[in-house]
């Protein structure tokens, strides 16, 4: 019991330790990112990352003069996440070989029960807390305004999942280790089904496909980046002074090659003249793109003069696709 504790403080140090030297907590306050970038990560420290439609693993750390890591193309972009933070966790502690399936998964990374040897232990807890540390978790409860109360609410933590690159049951642990949550309300929430809180959102609109994520954007989300897949759906609530002839324009957002959806207006006060209401627009995006688009709020005979703008910035490319992991394929070539 004591070399398991000793095991998951050790992984947890660790990748506090890896926080510190790669300056990653500075990197996404100045960027104005959400998540942190484990394959980056894995790129500084010299491994070749590799991105392969494995059978029945969902990676592997390989040692030796060339380090390497594998990672599964047959997941989505948050269990690739995990499992690269799980081998990158190999690699910093300068672990034996590994090949790691779904096992890695199902494990709680801090209970000291199980079977488990003490590199995977350390595996375990180094990937928890390096993709979800507290203060990420802090900063992104500040920029959009949710209070911990909202945290016990499914809807509001998938949301956080979506911008923290964890899927909503990692999340729901998280929230628990960091005593956000009561042991009680993780138990309720994880027994909540992604699609549920999915089809809320959407209010009726049927996806082509479910295992799309469904990002609900307002003006907090001005000028972050919204780190997704190739199929997502943005659902996009905007308060609309329309009594005043102000109106928001998605002419830009259907340029840059997203399908609308659904476009609907909610008049809280019917009666009042000149009333503010929510205008409420889905988008679906049709490709791996990534860019950014500004949405303005104008009349439209003054649309130079904007009464507000909402700066929309995204890299919609995951899950990875396979072969050399895309941005440190492009610097090899740069340098060739």
Not at 56 to 77: C, H
Not at 113 to 118: E, L
Request: hydrophobic share 40%.
């Amino acid at each position: 019991m004591a070399d398991n504790r000793a095991a998951i403080l050790s992984g947890a140090k660790a990748a506090h330790t890896l926080h510190r030297d790669l300056g990653i907590r500075e990197q996404i306050e100045r960027g104005g990112g959400s998540r942190v970038d484990v394959f980056g990560a894995i790129a500084k420290l010299g491994a070749t990352l590799m991105f392969q439609p494995l059978d029945k693993l969902l990676g592997a750390y390989l040692p030796g003069e060339e380090l390497g890591v594998l990672i599964t193309t047959k997941r989505q972009l948050p269990v690739q996440r995990f499992t690269g933070a799980h081998e990158l966790g190999h690699l910093y502690m300068s672990h034996q070989p590994s090949l790691d399936d779904a096992s890695i998964l199902r494990r709680s990374p801090f209970s000291t029960a199980g079977r488990a040897n003490r590199q995977e232990r350390e595996a375990d807890a180094f990937a928890s807390m390096f993709l979800s540390p507290a203060w990420l978790i802090a900063l992104t409860l500040q920029r959009h305004g949710w209070s911990a109360r909202q945290l016990t609410e499914p809807e509001f933590v998938y949301q956080a999942s979506l911008r923290l690159g964890t899927s909503y049951r990692a999340t729901c642990y998280a929230l628990e280790r960091h005593k956000v949550i009561s042991s009680a309300q993780c138990a309720r929430l994880v027994n909540v089904e992604p699609k549920t809180i999915k089809q809320h959102f959407l209010a009726g609109y049927e996806p082509p496909d479910w295992r799309s994520d469904v990002w609900l954007l307002t003006q907090r989300d001005e000028g972050l980046l919204i780190e997704g897949g190739r199929n997502d759906l943005f659902v996009m609530k905007l308060r609309e002074n329309s009594g005043a002839g102000y109106l928001w324009n998605f002419d830009q957002l259907r340029d840059a090659g997203f399908a609308l959806v659904i476009d609907d207006r909610d008049d809280a006060c019917p009666d009042t003249i000149g009333g503010v209401l929510t205008r409420t627009v889905t988008a679906r995006s049709e490709d791996r793109v990534e860019g950014e688009v500004t949405l303005q709020e104008a009349r439209p005979w003054a649309a130079d003069t904007p009464l507000h703008q909402l700066l929309l910035r995204y890299d919609l490319r995951g899950p990875e696709s396979p072969g050399m992991w895309e941005p440190e394929l492009k610097r090899v070539l740069q340098a060739a």
